[in-house]
């Protein structure tokens, strides 16, 4: 189709440009309209809603329940066109115990539990509102908020909720947007209301001090958090942080001398199935050998009973090991990123974010006294009227009687407006009582003073203030209560020494040609180890005693080095496993060596290109699957020797491929943690072909080859030896033609 051609109704825009503008509102409409809470009520578009629905099918605390079904259709049929399982799991969460601090849905039925099982289907459950849901959207037919149009413009729903109840902190949020997320932790109530108090006494207090008020988060499973005050501190004055939570364990002693520990409260979000079964996990695996069983004993409050191997393993040890390896102790995010009053996505600070909040409510408690004042004003003018009646009865039932027009009349004689009027003709003959004329004296005598204290309070900063503080107050007398979670700060973590919780076995270790590496259990004769099962075209490389304890360095040709654990290695089943596997290691790079690696090993290591330093055992251990950087290597360089240095050795030889040979005392080399090395010998062609340190004293040794397993020691050395970094010349008669010391 030539451009001519095309309808009037396409847009010709370069592919990127309509991709990123298309791209950006619906980042634009997942951040404002899905994902980020309202910094005034707390609260996501579907939870909103499904309060609002809620409200509407007359879902009140004193009321019956209704099938959550009905919720559902009513919310996505009305307000909310998305799935119903997404607008269901949104509310099914709003009425667990165990996710809100402070539930806004009182289900009844099956919504889940803290194991991890899920609610049952909404054709099954049944729901309604809870009183801090009512107050939340107190005042919605007061004229506090704005309302907008649904996405179909067929009804009406609420901007957001004007109630007092400080629902963004009090149970937190959590969501991810596009570009940006959120987490918020649930807190008190009473000391949010103790710091939102301090706030408005003193609106430049800082969030350091407002942290004296509001401790930290408190979960609705309790807990204990073991950040200290400092730590906390920071993460609310940035608004981004996290804070360490850990399950409440008690120590409980036995008859007899033994004891068990006893986890009453597990971290926030932790799913108490998976985490027994991760604890039975590291039991199975052997990981924690010091851990002997894990039973769950809970009915509606959390019991969970680990029994230690025996009774003289430390306690602290154990808390210690399962805080490491479990979920135990998590850490829970703080970004504290919301929408404020202008729709604005940002993080706030703890101070800001409660003073956005008492700002609404100022606001909040304006408007609906001015509503209150618009209605007494309508109120008093038929009122007003009605007093002109009762003063001037007979006339006026004489102008109604006679007048066929009476409404002017009416008007006209006594001053009246339009609707006092037509308010005197609707009344009911019953009114005409005495008594009736005094109760509208009254009401309107109050209505009177009810408008001049609302007038007031419009008019003063300070009386709105004031009222604030009386209304948080009487807030927090409701629905206030203690915390759950306790603040303790923890002790300094102590070194674990892991391979203490190891059962020690001997093992064989064994690698192939090829890479493929296994583990016997026991101690096989290392001469029996080619009579082992090999795949075709592989054979014996490295083999070597050890325990299941030990630590192992595997080198690789490009440097690196790698660690590998005794007690994680296939076992000696068929061929074993790549060592590939385990490792994050390139397959055309070679391996080297494979040894123990022991802090008080030394290492001969050389390159191809001549270079070589000594290395520690520390510098052999490597924390991650990537393994570290070694050896810093020259552009065409290998490593290519690595070899213990024995604790007597004072002298290094080196053969060249060019087969000449040198000896200078081991003390010329350096020992590094890293690095490229000094030169060994100097070469005009070729590069190292092997080297070795030994002790000058005891000579250097060679095997002279074939089957006789005999051994040539050269004890005068002297012509060889020379400085570090020599040509060399050719080795002793009979040196192997391969050029290896053995």
Known sequence: MQPDDLPSTTIDTPFDAALSERYLVYALSTITARSLPDVRDGLKPVHRRLLWAMRLLRLDPAGAYKKSARVVGDVIGKYHPHGDQSVYDAMVRLAQDFALRYPLVDGQGNFGNIDGDNAAAYRYTEAKLTPIAMQLMAGLDEGTVDFRATYNGEEEEPEVFPGLFPNLLANGASGIAVGMATSIPPHNLGELIAAAEQLIDNPRIDDRALVQFVKGPDFPTGGVLVDDEDVIARAYVSGRG????????????EKGGGWHLLVSEIPYGVQKAKLIEQIAQLIADKKLPILADVRDESDEQVRLILEPRARTVEPELLLESLFRLTDLEIRFPLNLNVLDATRTPGVM?????????????????????????GKIDDRLELLDGFL?????????????????????????????????AEAILNMRLRSLRRLEEMEIGKERTALAKEREELVKLVDSPARQRTRLKRDLAALKDEFGDERRTRIE????????????????????????????IRAMKGHLALDQVGDLKWR???????????????????????????????????SARGFGEPVRLFIDLDAE?????????????KLLIASSDGKGFVASGEAMIAETRKGKQLVNLRAGARVAIVKPVPADADAVAVVGENRKMIVFPLAELPELARGQGVTLQRYRDGGLADAVAFALAGGLSWPLGGESGRIRTETDLTPWRAARGAAGRMPPIGFPRNNRFG
């Open 242 to 253: 996290s804070f360490r939570l850990r399950a409440r364990i008690e120590v409980e002693r």
């Open 349 to 373: 600070s703890l101070k800001e974010a409660l003073t956005a909040w008492l700002a609404f409510q100022l606001e909040v408690l304006v408007r609906r006294s001015q509503v209150r004042i």
């Open 388 to 420: 002109v009646a009762y003063l001037n009865l007979d006339r006026a039932i004489a102008i109604i009687r006679y007048e066929d027009e009476p409404k002017p009349v009416l008007m006209s004689e006594f001053s009246l407006t339009d609707r006092q």
């Open 489 to 516: 700060v923890a002790a300094a973590t102590r070194e674990i020494d892991w391979s203490s919780m190891i059962e020690r076995e001997p093992i064989t270790v064994i690698l192939s040609q090829r890479g493929w």
């Open 536 to 570: 075709e075209g592989d054979g014996p490389f490295v083999n070597f005693h050890a325990q299941t304890t030990d630590r192992l360095a595997l080198f690789a040709s490009n440097g690196r080095v790698y660690t590998l654990a005794g007690d994680k290695l296939p």
């Open 589 to 601: 790079v070679d391996i080297v060596e494979l040894l123990i690696a022991r802090g008080e090993t």
